[in-house]
């Protein structure tokens, strides 16, 4: 007997699921943007991920002023 889950139900259940591994960045993850965007732009990755670091830190810094 199979159930159907449509609607509310099913987004709360979602939503549930996606909380458990939203934090989750591993080792494969960096593997495969590394095999994707390749090592000799690897440091404008760094770049880039600093520089959106560097925002949400003062974005925090602004909230709790």
Request: charged residues 20%; contains cysteine.
């Amino acid at each position: 007997r199979a159930v159907l889950i449509t609607g509310a139900a099913l987004e709360r259940g979602f939503m549930s699921q996606l909380d458990l591994t939203r934090p989750f960045v591993g080792l494969p993850h960096l593997k495969s943007i590394i095999r994707i965007i390749g090592k000799s732009n690897l440091s404008l990755l760094i770049s880039e991920i600093l520089e959106n670091m560097k925002l949400k830190v003062r974005t925090l810094t602004c909230i709790q002023l």
